[in-house]
């Protein structure tokens, strides 16, 4: 056979497969209708549905059977209503009302804002009973030229300006030469440079003016109350205005003399006759390491009976008593003292030996008081 008749006996078989396998439309639909009874006997087992043969009234059957669910509905809360003494007042937000009852009421900060500020306060209190002067003066040098009138600040040229500046550290400079020198050393370091004596003064007068308690006040105040006739002796008196203060002859002495009334000298070897004087006053000015030769000439110029006033920064005593004792074997007996100011210590003592004339006078303890130290910034 050829091979156009073997394709025809193919295709011609083809169809008579077709034929006998061919399902009619009515059996179709009832293979749908058996799918969905099968569907429904599942839903049948499962929740105990009755079959029924409407397929319409089986469909309502389950839809009924279906569990509801029911939608949350938002609550909304609504603000409570304030009453004028409520703290929640206007806080309708989210989460405002709580935050006010999470913190404590006012009474309650109210109380710890007190007690902070007296914890605050003792701690003060506590730090100004151990206020150190060396310390005072460190923390003030820079606010200084706020001190100056405003008219001269404006006229200052920048030099000027720049010099201004230089001298709280050169104040804090001198204060520990002078401390660590002796008095021959520093009044031949005045003497060869005497504008740096005069710069020294005149930032002293600058932290006179912030403290609130001038000591040299007090001490003219008590020789304003002294015969007329007492003979007093300044040492280390500055521009002498301890002299310029009161009616009693004064002998201002000092390593530079600023003015007519201040006389230069090494404050221990005074041109003073012995036993010419009724005051000694040293107010801050026991400065230098040789504090014994200070007092010996105290002793040698002052009368029998005569009067040592001493005014020093209280930083500068390790203890006080020990200052006394040591001052009672020079010769002096203390009288009277005030440790309750500020930041100073104001003594007064009576010569009641001369020691001047001692031929042991050498082996004396020395004495010696703490030095102006500062911190570097």
């Keep these: 056979m050829s091979k156009t008749n073997k394709n025809k006996k193919k295709a011609s078989t083809k169809k008579e497969k077709k034929k006998n396998t061919f399902v009619p439309k009515s059996n179709l639909t009832t293979i749908k209708k058996k799918k969905k009874l099968r569907s429904i006997d599942d839903m049948k087992n499962r ?30 809360k609504k603000p409570q209503q304030n009453n004028g003494n409520d703290q929640t007042k206007g806080l309708e937000r989210k989460g405002a009302i709580k935050k006010i009852y999470n913190n404590p009421p006012y009474e309650t900060r109210k109380r710890k804002k007190i007690e902070e500020n007296t914890v605050n306060d003792e ?15 460190q923390e003030t040098n820079n606010e200084l030229l706020r001190s100056f009138d405003k008219e001269n600040k404006k006229t200052l040229t920048l030099r000027e300006r720049m010099r201004e500046l230089l001298k709280p550290s050169r104040f804090r400079y001198m204060n520990e030469v002078l401390n660590n020198n002796t008095s021959t050393q520093s009044k031949k370091l005045f003497q060869e440079d005497p ?81 010419s004087v009724h005051v000694v006053v040293f107010c801050l000015s026991l400065m230098g390491s040789n504090l014994s030769d200070y007092i010996l000439e105290a002793n040698r110029v002052l009368k029998k009976d005569g009067i040592l006033k001493i005014a020093e920064v209280e930083s500068r005593f390790d203890n006080i008593d ?9 010769g002096f007996s203390n009288t009277w003292k005030d440790l309750s100011k500020n930041l100073f210590y104001f003594l007064d003592f009576k010569k009641v030996k001369d020691i001047t004339t001692n031929s042991n006078r050498n082996k004396l303890p020395k004495i010696t008081l703490k030095s102006c130290l500062y911190k570097k910034r």
Aim: a positive charge.
């Design 123 to 137: 701690t003060s209190t506590k730090a100004e009973e151990q206020f150190d002067m060396d310390q005072y003066l």
């Design 195 to 275: 504008k740096s004596f005069v710069n020294y003064h005149e930032t002293y007068k600058l932290q006179i003016v912030r403290w609130a308690l001038n000591p040299l006040d007090i001490i003219i105040d008590s020789i304003k109350k002294m015969p007329n006739n007492y003979v007093i002796a300044d040492f280390g008196c500055g521009d002498a205005t301890l002299a310029a203060s009161i009616q009693q002859t004064t002998h201002s002495f000092d390593f530079v003399s600023m003015n007519d009334k201040v006389t230069a000298c090494d404050m221990a070897h005074t041109p003073l006759l012995t036993s």
């Design 322 to 330: 020990e200052f006394i004792k040591l001052l009672k074997i020079y």
């Design 47 to 76: 929740n105990n549905i009755p079959v029924h043969k409407n397929i319409t009234v089986q469909k309502e059957a389950i839809n009924n059977n279906k569990p509801k669910i029911k939608k949350r509905k938002k609550n909304k």
